[in-house]
C-alpha cells in the first residue's frame, strides 16, 4: 500500500486546493482599499456562519486567543463566573479565569458526558454569576452540548453565556443568537478548512453593555476590534494571507449552504459510527458531536503505538486521548474538508493495522458499515 498523506484530526483539518491557491497569491498590504473590501466581506461572512447579527471580531491567533477574550474583557477580578468543565477544554477556560484572578467554580460531568441543563439551571439559582462558559464540542471527548437548553438557562440567570466553538461551528449547529449566546469563539483551522492562524469572537449587545476596565487587557481589548471594524481594519497587523483563504472559504460555505454542511458533516458522523460499531470497537461519547467522534482503544491494543504506526507507515494521522485519556481513546475527525474518500481510505488502514496488532475482528466489516451508510 502507497502511503498516504491524510490528515483525520479535528484541527488542523486538510485545506482544499482553492483555499490553497487563493493563499499563494503574492501579499498585500493591509491599510489599503483592496484589502478593507475582503475583511468587510468575511465580517459579514462570518454573521452567516455564526448565526448572528452581532459582529464578529477576528483576531491573528490561535482560537485560545478568542477564549482568552471571552474573559478579558467581561468580568472584572473577583467576579465569580462558572466553567462547564467535561474536559481538556471546559479546563482551559477555567485556568484563564483562574489566570487572571477570577473566582471560577467548574461544574464538572466526567469525560465522554454531556451537560444537564438542568444540573446547570440548578448551579445558577445557587449562587449568582457573571459569566458562564460551555463548549459546544468538546473535542477532547467528543462530546456535543445542548448549548440551546443551557442557553436558556444562563439567559434566565442574567449571566453573559460564552460557549467555545472551536471545533464546533460548521460540525454541530450553532444558533449563536438564538441559543442566546452572548460570546461565540471560533477558530480557523477546523471546520472552516483554513491554516491556523485566526480566532473569531461574537460579541451580543449585552455583553458589549458588560465591557468593563480592570482585570488587564492589552492585545485582546475588544475595544480596539470593535473601533477598528467599523473602519473595515484590524488594530494590529492582519494575518493577511488567511484572512484572504477566509474569504474563499466563506464563498465555498455559501455556495453549498450552511444546513447543506451540517447535514454533510452528520452523514460522516453516522458512517463513522456504524463503521466502528462493526469493527467491534466502542464510542467513548456518550453524546457524539458530528465533527469528531472517539474510539476506546480495545483491550490489549497499545493506543500509542496504533496511532504512531498509522501515522509512520500509513500516513493516516488520527488523535489520541488527551490528558487523562492519553493511550485509552483515539479521534477521528469528519469536519471542514475531510471527505468520505478520506475517511473510507483512513478506515481500510486502520483495519488493517489493527489485525495486524491483534485484535480479533471481521476485517473489512468497518468499511462495508461505512460503505453501507454512503447508499442510505
Ligand atoms: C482546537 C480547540 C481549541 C484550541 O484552539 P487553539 O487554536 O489550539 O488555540 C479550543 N477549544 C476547542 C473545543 C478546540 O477544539
Given at each position: 500500500m502507497t502511503k498516504l498523506n491524510l490528515l483525520l484530526t479535528p484541527g488542523p483539518t486538510p485545506i482544499p486546493p482553492e483555499i490553497l491557491q487563493v493563499m499563494a497569491r503574492p501579499i498585500i498590504h493591509h491599510r489599503t482599499h483592496e484589502y478593507r473590501a475582503i475583511f468587510r466581506e468575511v465580517s459579514e461572512g462570518l454573521k452567516e456562519v455564526f448565526r448572528t447579527q452581532n459582529e464578529v471580531y477576528t483576531f491573528t491567533s490561535s482560537g485560545t486567543g478568542a477564549m482568552e477574550a471571552s474573559v478579558v474583557n467581561f468580568v472584572a477580578p473577583g467576579e465569580s463566573v462558572l466553567v462547564l468543565d467535561g474536559g481538556k477544554f471546559g479546563e482551559r477556560f477555567a485556568d484563564i479565569a483562574r489566570a487572571y484572578g477570577l473566582d471560577c467554580d467548574s461544574l464538572k460531568v466526567p469525560y465522554g458526558e454531556s451537560f444537564d441543563a438542568a444540573e446547570v439551571k440548578k448551579k445558577l439559582s445557587a449562587k449568582k454569576y457573571k459569566a458562564v462558559y460551555a463548549t459546544l464540542l468538546e473535542t477532547s471527548t467528543g462530546v456535543v452540548n445542548d448549548i440551546e437548553a443551557i442557553g436558556k438557562a444562563v439567559a434566565d440567570s442574567g449571566a453573559l453565556f460564552a460557549v467555545d466553538a472551536i471545533s464546533g461551528l460548521l460540525a454541530d449547529r450553532l444558533e449563536t443568537d438564538a441559543w442566546k449566546v452572548d460570546l461565540a469563539i471560533s477558530g480557523s483551522q477546523k471546520g472552516l478548512m483554513l491554516p491556523p492562524g485566526l480566532a473569531f469572537l461574537a460579541v451580543s449587545a449585552k455583553a458589549k453593555a458588560a465591557v468593563k476596565p480592570g482585570i488587564g487587557?492589552?492585545?485582546?481589548?475588544?475595544?480596539?476590534?470593535?473601533?477598528?471594524?467599523?473602519?473595515?481594519?484590524s488594530p494590529f497587523t492582519p494575518a493577511i494571507t488567511i484572512v484572504l483563504g477566509l474569504k474563499k472559504a466563506l464563498e465555498m460555505i455559501r455556495a453549498k449552504g450552511l444546513e447543506a454542511v451540517w447535514r454533510e458533516n452528520e452523514r460522516l458522523a453516522e458512517m463513522t459510527r456504524e463503521a466502528?460499531?462493526?469493527?467491534?470497537?466502542?464510542?467513548?461519547?456518550?453524546?457524539?458531536?458530528?465533527?469528531?467522534?472517539?474510539?476506546?482503544?480495545?483491550?490489549?491494543?497499545d493506543g500509542s503505538k496504533l496511532l504512531k504506526v498509522l501515522q509512520d507507515e500509513y500516513g493516516v494521522v488520527m488523535a489520541g486521548g488527551q490528558g487523562e485519556m492519553k493511550g485509552k481513546i483515539f479521534r477521528v475527525a469528519h469536519m471542514g474538508h475531510i471527505t468520505q474518500d478520506d475517511l473510507a481510505q483512513g478506515f481500510n488502514c486502520l483495519e488493517e493495522l489493527l489485525q495486524k496488532m491483534g485484535y480479533s475482528f471481521t476485517r473489512g466489516a468497518g468499511l462495508k458499515a461505512f460503505q453501507a451508510g454512503a447508499r442510505a
Open positions: 487587557r492589552f492585545y485582546f481589548d475588544s475595544k480596539l476590534y470593535e473601533k477598528a471594524l467599523k473602519d473595515e481594519d466502528v460499531r462493526a469493527m467491534g470497537l466502542e464510542m467513548f461519547a456518550k453524546k457524539p458531536s458530528n465533527g469528531v467522534t472517539a474510539v476506546k482503544v480495545p483491550a490489549g491494543i
